[in-house]
């Protein structure tokens, strides 16, 4: 009988020891080559995020972008804020690139699609990022662009409070056009015609007196056809509480006068309030009144309760007062063809309040979004893309 086997020797352990090692290393040593090639990325990528956040959160990319926006002082300070805000957020073996934006009129005065930082000022960055294998990206879009170029304003004007706040107004934003008046003649004749001078926006802070009849039909023709926008605060409805100007604003007075107490913003979702908080108040003049007005939501005109305060004729007695009321709505002037109508009324003498140094910054927002958005000039939100790689110096 033939009988075959094998003879385990000392060469064949060594053998399979040896293979054996070999495959184990291999099997140790791949997990941490794939790691990185499915997390090094996710890595890089959290960095750009999570910076890019930051530099929103402390404010220095809205910082930065007003300078640009005013010019003040130059795009290199600019670049610098964001190039030093970077650079304490970034580990020291990342390098970066942040491109911002640049909207029109300030593609034009600048003389470049955007704003580009990179660590500094080095010419050898571009050629290098261009060479790159490996980068992660960022992006989100600003709202601190918003800033509507030749935004024609036809401003009513009847105290000198009133020309202090529109230049505060014009200081944030100095590429708006301001037409002041008190002259109703001039005023009805801006109003009263589509042309290259009719305003984007009328500005009724706080009319003292009460409007012609054809000035009434004028500014609320104007509306209607989407013409223009219409913002009104203060005394202008208790002195222009006629139809037409509840049609314009969609709200109805009922009282002259209440007890003063501060704005409360009830609604935050809406272009007006977004930069607020619900619940937080707008500090409001104690020696200043305010006004009751009642939403007129009837022929298919939306408003928007943005904001109230309350009133106590008799304690413990407490009613809901409008304070901040926004219209908007689409009307058909013919058939088949549509206009959107906006208009947002104040019931406070804000211009006053802020004036005085009583909710300053707050009223200057608020009526500074009231006149972009009534406006219908739908302002485009620009692009900041932060890019971020692992290597050396340019």
């Known amino acids: 009988m033939r009988e075959g086997g094998f003879i385990l020797s000392l060469d064949a352990v060594f053998a399979l020891l040896l293979t ?32 890019l956040l930051c530099l929103e959160r402390r404010g220095a990319l809205s910082e930065a972008i007003g300078m640009l926006a005013r010019r003040v002082p130059l795009p290199e300070n600019a670049k610098l804020i964001l190039r030093e805000n970077l650079r304490s957020l970034l580990p020291s073996y990342l390098q970066f690139r942040l491109d911002i934006g640049l909207p029109p009129h300030l593609q034009a005065k600048l003389k470049t699609e955007k704003l580009t930082v990179y660590p500094d000022d080095s010419p050898a960055w571009p050629g290098a990022f261009e060479n790159l294998e490996e980068v992660a990206a960022c992006t989100r879009v600003t709202v601190d662009f918003v800033i509507l170029e030749n935004l024609r304003i036809l401003a009513w004007v009847d105290e000198n409070d009133e020309n202090i706040f529109l230049d505060n107004i014009h200081n944030l934003r100095p590429n708006w056009i301001f037409i002041r008046t008190n002259d109703e003649t ?108 009642e939403p007129q ?62 909710g300053e910054n707050q009223w200057l927002t608020l009526a500074i979004r009231a006149l972009e958005w009534s406006s219908r000039k739908k302002p485009e939100f620009e692009p900041v893309t932060l890019y971020v790689w692992r290597g050396p110096h340019a």
């Open 20 to 51: 054996t090692m070999l495959v184990a290393a291999a099997v140790k040593l791949a997990p941490p080559i794939l790691g990185y090639q499915e997390h090094g990325y996710e890595r890089l990528s959290r960095f750009a995020s999570d910076a």
């Open 186 to 293: 001039y005023f009805r004749s801006l109003i009263s015609q589509l042309n290259e001078n009719t305003p984007h926006v009328v500005f009724l802070p706080d009319v003292d007196n009460s409007f012609a009849l054809a000035t009434r039909l004028a500014l609320e023709r104007g509306n209607r056809n989407g013409w223009y926008g219409v913002v009104g605060g203060g005394a202008t409805m208790l002195n222009n509480n006629t139809p037409e100007f509840q049609r314009i604003f969609a709200a109805r007075l009922r009282t002259s006068r209440t007890q003063t107490q501060d704005i409360l913003i009830v609604d935050n979702t809406h272009y007006l309030t977004e930069n607020f908080q619900v619940g937080e108040n707008i500090p409001y003049l104690d020696t200043m009144p305010q006004y009751r007005y």
């Open 297 to 358: 939501r009837r022929l298919g005109r939306p408003v928007y309760v943005l904001a109230q305060s309350y009133w106590t004729p008799k304690p413990p007695r407490r009613r809901d007062n409008s304070a901040i009321l926004a219209k908007d709505s689409l009307t058909e002037i013919s058939p088949g063809v549509y206009r959107r109508e906006r208009a947002t009324l104040f019931n406070t003498h804000f211009v006053e309040s802020a004036t005085q140094g009583v």
